[in-house]
């Protein structure tokens, strides 16, 4: 099945103790992107991958980190997690850049930080 | 002011009702148009798709863009229990993924 996964799905954690959301298509696709999802917010980029080893920021990048090793993972990583971050976070991927109607979103991670 | 705008509702209505949907937006420079759906805990999904102005009609759903008034729209028909979920209006200059501006998404309950 044609799918993006993240991991974990549900996450508390405390100020400051690193973490790592991890994010898996099995598509081939180029594209892979972050979000996160607060009320009122609506969805807002965090960063972004054209294709491996290619990153750049989103809307709101700031304290996160993310890489591409490899074409089908983009883990989101956030070095020193703040209760600001308590967010719902979506990873998407799309076959090309610039196809952005064809995007497949995860299920998303509930973060929580204390 | 942000870029897009959406009533957060909650938007409750009767089973077989038609259903309108809306967003405003602000940059004139947006061509692409699209909603998304999401239902409770899940990522969301793509529903429609629509290039410039006019409409675009999939089974019971039709999307609307009027680019002179800066307003687009869905229209669910026959609405049905199953179309409960979170709508997100999306819009983008270049149809790249990289430039999507999401609404907050209007949240919609079916009474059956």
């Known amino acids: 099945e044609a799918q993006v996964t993240q991991n974990p799905r549900y996450l508390i954690t405390v100020t400051g103790k690193k973490l790592t959301v991890t994010c898996s298509q099995n598509?081939?696709?180029?594209?892979m992107s972050w979000y996160r999802q607060d009320p009122g917010l609506g969805l807002r980029q965090i960063y972004y991958?054209?294709?491996?080893?290619?990153?750049d920021k989103g809307d709101v990048p700031e304290g996160y980190k993310v890489s591409r090793k490899e074409k089908r993972n983009f883990p989101l990583i956030l070095e020193s997690p703040s209760p600001n971050q308590t967010s719902l976070y979506f990873c998407?991927?799309?076959?090309?850049?610039?196809?952005?109607?064809?995007?497949?979103f995860g299920p998303g991670t509930r973060l929580t930080v204390t | 002011q942000k870029e897009v705008e959406q009533d957060p509702g909650p938007l409750s209505v009767p089973e077989g009702a038609i259903v309108s949907l809306n967003c405003t937006y602000s940059?004139?420079?947006?061509?692409?148009f699209m909603w998304y759906r999401q239902y409770s805990r899940k990522g969301p999904e793509l529903l429609m798709y629509?290039?410039?102005?006019g409409n675009k009609e999939d089974g019971r759903f039709t999307a609307q863009v009027d680019k002179s008034s800066k307003y687009i729209s869905l229209f669910i028909r026959d609405s049905q229990p199953s179309d409960s979920a979170t709508y997100l209006c999306?819009?983008?200059?270049?149809?790249?993924?990289?430039?999507?501006?999401f609404g907050s998404g209007t949240q919609l309950t079916v009474l059956p």
């Open positions: 598509m081939n696709h180029e594209y």
């Open positions: 999306a819009m983008s200059r270049t149809g790249s993924a990289r430039q999507l501006t």
């Open positions: 940059n004139s420079a947006f061509q692409y």
């Open positions: 998407a991927s799309s076959l090309y850049p610039g196809e952005s109607y064809e995007q497949y």
């Open positions: 629509t290039y410039s102005s």
């Open positions: 991958s054209m294709n491996v080893e290619v990153t």
